[in-house]
């Protein structure tokens, strides 16, 4: 299984960025996915998340109404759009699949490299 993150970058305050993760090697489908972030010094928190049919998503109360997470089965790819960005969003980005039970646990199989987003004030 491979999970592809892209998009990061650096970007002003205010500014919107669009992330990538391309899967392969599952059926992509049938997966919970998953973007979560990590910053210097502070644990890993999960961002954003879509159900498999990509009708049902979670988002965290920080990035509510400024997030978007989406997903294309047909191209194995899911995305997260970020618009009226803030300092504060400064992380490594990561995707993950899980299984049906991740929609409420959380924990997800597999995880991409993940993709830095930098936040200039």
């Known amino acids: 299984v491979q999970l592809q993150a892209s998009g990061g970058g650096l970007v002003q305050a205010g500014g919107s960025l669009r992330l990538s993760c391309a899967a392969s090697?599952?059926?992509?489908?049938?997966?919970?996915m998953g973007w979560f972030r990590q910053a210097p010094g502070k644990e890993r928190e999960l961002v954003a998340a879509?159900?498999?049919?990509?009708?049902?998503?979670d988002n965290a109360n920080s990035v509510k109404g400024r997030i978007t997470i989406s997903r294309d089965n047909d191209k194995n790819t899911v995305y997260l759009q970020m618009n009226s960005l803030k300092p504060e969003d400064t992380a490594v980005y990561y995707c993950?699949?899980?299984?049906?039970?991740?929609?409420?646990?959380?924990?997800?199989?597999?995880w991409g490299q993940g993709t830095l987003v930098t936040v200039s004030s």
């Open positions: 993950a699949a899980g299984w049906n039970t991740a929609w409420n646990t959380r924990q997800y199989a597999y």
């Open positions: 879509v159900s498999q049919g990509g009708g049902m998503t």
């Open positions: 090697g599952l059926t992509f489908k049938s997966y919970v």
